[in-house]
């Protein structure tokens, strides 16, 4: 079978695909699946659980549990596809979405909602994982990555033929972002400096209520030429698709061949963030079309219509998603109250004197809500 159009704009050439909405393989003449069946069910896996670890955050919040959520929902398949096409030496920068990414380094998911609960910043150790903290500064994180790259190549961690040494940064972010000036310039630098970043943009197409067209005149993928680096649009909702051209991405970054802008064009099923009601600005009608497209429906038909997977299988797998939801539930009601006052350690490598004394009488003053509330801690100050 040929290569399919899906999304793909009049005039312009296909998506990259290798798994239709359908559920069928197809072929591509510049990327290829290279892994078996059993990557796909491993795929479809990831794919499943991220999305129970999403649902189940959303219903923490609705339940006054968390502060914020930002949903993946929809963005699977370009998230654990490009996440599992990073190797242990490789580093990713992401926004505060990508919670598929971050299930594929390894990362506990109640590391993520720590965050959106105000305990901390991030209950993770980037240096353990390659994984930076979460971005919430829409684009930054694609100028640290720039910058992070460039160590790399200082370091003697680009094209020198060692798989085990040469590295790649991967920089998340969406269409939206892609109008900010800090990604433009991070574009100029990398192309300048001919840097190992992977530009990984995925293009829900609504950057809150703002929809594709009124952010950019030509398809996104089109402005690395621009910049001068190679651009490609890949079909975000195909996982298959989204691994193959990542990998290829990154090992041209890793052989010293410079940046590439993938574009992964998706759909955000859900709200922007839980703050968000997207029923205000888009039609239902739209939400359904993109239904037909969803990122596990098509893995699942492609599994089943082939035998690759059997009831037992898919028993097994809704039984660990729920371990996995009940895991997040009870991790996060049993979280800790932030300890504010810690905040004033992390200001510089050494505590000076201003701040020994800015913290003391912190400490006092936040004892002293709980002196006038019998010992109780005061819930507008803690929380």
Known sequence: MTQGTFGAPAGEPDLVQLLTPEGERCEHPDYAFDLDDEAVRGFYRDMVLTRRIDAEAIALQRQGELGIWASLLGQEAAQIGSGRAVRQQDFIFPTYREHGVAWCRGIDPLALISLFR????????????????????????????????????????????????????????????????????????????????????????????????????????????????????????????????????????????????????????????????????????????????????????????????????????????DDLAAHVRAGTLSMPEPDFAATFDRVYAEMTPELRAQQEWFREYHASFQAADGGAPHAEVTR
């Open 118 to 321: 105000g305990v901390d910043h991030g209950g993770w150790d980037p240096a353990d994982v390659n994984f930076h903290l979460y971005t919430i500064v829409i684009g930054a994180q694609t100028l640290h990555a720039t910058g992070y790259a460039m160590g790399m190549q200082r370091d003697g961690c680009v094209g020198t033929g060692d798989p085990e040494r040469d590295a790649a940064v991967l920089a998340y972010f969406g269409d939206g972002a892609s109008a900010q000036g800090d990604v433009n310039e991070s574009f100029i630098w990398s192309a300048v400096f001919n840097t190992p970043t992977v530009y990984f943009l995925q293009n829900n197409q609504w950057a809150i209520s703002a929809p594709q067209e009124r952010q950019s005149r030509i398809p996104l993928y089109r402005r690395a030429a621009g910049f001068g680096f190679p651009g490609v649009r890949v079909d975000g909702n195909d996982v298959l698709a989204c691994y193959a051209v990542t990998k290829a991405a990154l090992q041209q970054a890793r052989d010293g061949g410079g940046p590439t802008l993938i574009e992964a064009f998706t759909y955000r099923m859900g709200a922007h963030t839980t703050t968000d009601d997207p029923t205000r600005y888009r039609l239902q009608d739209e939400l359904e079309h993109w239904k037909l497209k969803d990122p596990l429906a098509r893995v699942k038909a492609y599994l089943t219509r082939n035998a690759l997977v059997d009831d037992a299988f898919l028993s097994d797998l809704d039984a660990e998603a």
